[in-house]
């Protein structure tokens, strides 16, 4: 079948260098070359182990790691991962804290769906974990869909954001972080307009192209210079006969990969040889600095190609959010029927992703909502990733979304009492 080659020529290509790291480690770890006075063979087994996990953890979905929080009291309790919604493309899971009292603040944190999983968000869930009931979207591996399963695109993406919200009720306080970000704001003008009683208390916006013009980054130069066509072509491939998603159109998440891994090639190269060198010499750990970063940064998942393709043809260069003009379903999505929803945006000043202007836009198609709902923060010196996961996050950033949700919530209601179903 078309483009299903080329897919299983890469996979085919990440075997064999798994394959060949752990030969290698093998072959360097014999007691019999270690008789050798020659530190040769201690860096082919370094080589080969480094080698080995790196191309392992591109196929391997990381486990959230999140097992205790410590509660009010003191105590530490077990954190378990629930699905409370399943849907072929994406599940609503919730961290259940167990034998502690529901919290009142209920959020939902929309993950992006840009190649990684939503464990990227692991520390910006594990520093909500003890204010916060946690609601996070995780999305599927299109690989793993069966085309039976049909299409996904952005409008389905939409719709599975309103159904969560409606499920989750009325007091929930949303967070999308970075691509979601247009989505999530759309979804939440699709509830205002279709189901008023179920929209969320506020919407808080990390890092996000509502307007992708307002700012030009190597992400949005990309989409102007390259057609439909093009794109298509180049990026667009059929999953192998490995997965059960087999036949099924996807942007792979191993071309995703290399896309970012080029981005940044020098910083890379160097952090892969330098680690090469500490595990040589005994240095490196299972859980060290690298190998915390990378075991989440190399685990990739597929794309349909519909998503794909529609988020870059209508989200960027068509700017259909920002232009207040994007349809689901056939029916216009009006962002002006935001009249209730407390709205934030949150921004990185050295943002080489969403730079400072992509996100804030959102408020001004906020035309019906009053100027007491709606707030914005800039992060000086903070870069794509630290709005939401690193010490700006944590010292800044997460206080700040903290007083925003407070300062616009009801008075809800603990427990489980107001969960509605679909």
């Known amino acids: 079948m078309k483009y299903m080659a080329t897919y299983d020529l890469m996979e085919t290509a990440r075997t064999t260098n798994q394959w060949l790291g752990a030969t290698a480690q093998a072959i360097g770890s014999y007691p019999a070359v270690s008789m050798v006075p020659n530190p040769f063979f201690r860096l082919v087994a370094a080589w080969g182990e480094v ?32 699905k409370v919604v399943q849907r072929h493309f994406g599940d609503l899971i919730h961290f259940q ?3 502690r009292p529901p919290k009142p603040r209920r959020v939902l944190l929309v993950a992006p769906m840009s190649g990684h999983y939503a464990t990227l968000l692991r520390s910006t869930v594990a520093s909500l974990l003890p204010d916060c009931e946690v609601f996070v979207t995780d999305w599927h591996n299109a690989r793993d869909i069966p085309v039976s399963a049909g299409k996904f695109d952005v409008e ?24 979601p970000a247009p989505l999530t704001l759309a979804a939440t003008a699709y509830l205002a307009a ?3 009683d179920a929209q ?6 990390i890092g996000g192209p509502i307007d992708p013009d307002a700012a030009k980054t190597d992400v949005t130069d990309f989409g102007r210079r390259v057609t439909m066509g093009q794109l298509e072509q180049v990026a667009i491939q059929r999953v192998g006969f490995k997965y059960a998603g087999v036949g099924r159109l996807v942007y792979p998440g191993l071309l995703q990969l290399a896309s970012f891994m080029s981005m940044n090639g020098d910083r ?13 010499k005994g240095e490196a ?3 060290d600095k690298h190998n915390r970063f990378y075991d989440e940064y190399l685990a990739v998942m597929d794309m349909t190609a519909e998503f794909y393709l529609s988020t870059v043809e209508r989200v960027f260069k068509r700017r259909e959010i920002a232009r207040n003009v994007f349809k689901v379903a056939g029916r216009q999505v009006d962002i002006a029927a935001i009249t209730d929803v407390a709205v934030k945006t949150v921004e990185g000043a050295n943002d080489d992703i969403s730079a400072p202007g992509q996100c804030i836009a959102a408020l001004d198609l906020l035309t ?55």
């Open 51 to 82: 080698t080995e996990r790196t191309f392992a953890r591109m196929v391997a979905k990381p486990d959230w790691n999140i097992n205790t929080v410590v509660a009010g009291d003191g105590r530490d309790h077990i954190v378990s991962v629930e």
């Open 97 to 99: 804290v167990h034998g």
């Open 156 to 179: 389905d993406y939409t719709l599975y954001l309103v159904d969560f919200m409606k499920f989750l009720g009325p007091e929930t306080h949303v967070i999308a972080v970075c691509q």
């Open 194 to 196: 279709e189901d008023p």
């Open 200 to 205: 969320p208390r506020s919407l808080t916006l």
């Open 268 to 280: 890379h190269s160097r952090a892969f040889s330098e680690q090469v060198l500490r595990a040589a």
């Open 285 to 287: 750990s299972d859980h």
């Open 368 to 422: 019906a909502l009053p100027e007491s709902k709606k707030a914005s923060h800039l992060e000086p010196g903070a870069g794509h990733y630290g709005i939401f996961a690193g010490k700006s996050w944590r010292n800044n950033i997460r206080p700040l979304v903290l007083d925003f949700i407070d300062a616009n919530s009801g008075t809800p209601q603990p427990g489980r009492a107001h969960l509605r179903t679909v």
